[in-house]
């Protein structure tokens, strides 16, 4: 049975679903960070199963709270929107470490550590913008914005110079494979972050 406080109330619990879902995020990114920061450890992925465990239930809630909700601060379809780009990186995160974990004594010499720091500040920002939701504060949102552009923008040049060292014939084959996958993943976890504050600004453009 639901209660009237669910039923009635302002729906103020999406937007703290919502910033548990991007807190789950930026926590897969950081322990990434971490792990390609200290290789002298064999890579541990508990810290990418809570994260996606904690994004996953998050999600769960949010999906339930609209079933049951009638009112939402904000137009349901833009809290499905925002929910399925958040729970997006995560994923993509952990599909790295996975892969990594796996084919880590092949890929010795070779840096992520750099690429990975933009992606856990590219994550930072998405946290920033989903807590901003609440306020609705159009140049706040806009200034997170154009910085979430600019670190995409740096991790797009950084990546570049990586695809540069594929092709420059001093790699094996198998390690030119793992290199590019692995970019690749690591870029398309980056244009997660970015769905997701793009997702964010326009919710705030509709709603100021």
């Known amino acids: 049975m639901f209660s009237l406080q669910t039923i009635f109330g302002q729906g103020m619990q999406f937007y703290t679903l919502l910033e548990a879902a991007a807190n789950a995020a930026h926590d897969s ?38 079933v049951n909700s009638f009112i939402t601060p904000i137009e349901r379809e833009d809290i499905e929107a925002l929910s399925s780009a958040l729970y997006k990186i995560p994923k993509q995160v952990e599909k790295f470490a996975d892969r990594y974990s796996l084919a880590v004594t092949h890929l010795e010499g070779i840096d992520f550590a750099p690429r990975a720091a933009m992606l856990e500040q590219a994550a930072s920002v998405v946290v920033e913008m989903v807590h901003e939701l609440r306020h609705m504060k159009i ?42 996958e692995f970019f690749e993943i690591l870029e398309k976890a980056i244009d997660r972050c970015r769905e997701a504050g793009v997702v964010s600004y326009e919710i705030v453009l509709k709603n100021s």
């Open 29 to 66: 990114t950081k322990a990434l960070h971490g792990m390609l920061k200290d290789t002298q450890r064999s890579p541990s992925l508990d810290a990418f199963k809570l994260a996606r465990q904690r994004e996953r239930e998050a999600s769960e809630k949010i999906s339930q709270e609209l």
């Open 139 to 180: 140049e706040k949102m806009k200034a997170l914005n154009d910085r979430l552009r600019s670190i995409e923008i740096e991790a797009d040049r950084l990546m570049l110079e990586l695809y540069r060292d594929i092709y420059s014939g001093k790699l094996d084959h198998l390690q030119m494979f793992l290199l590019k």
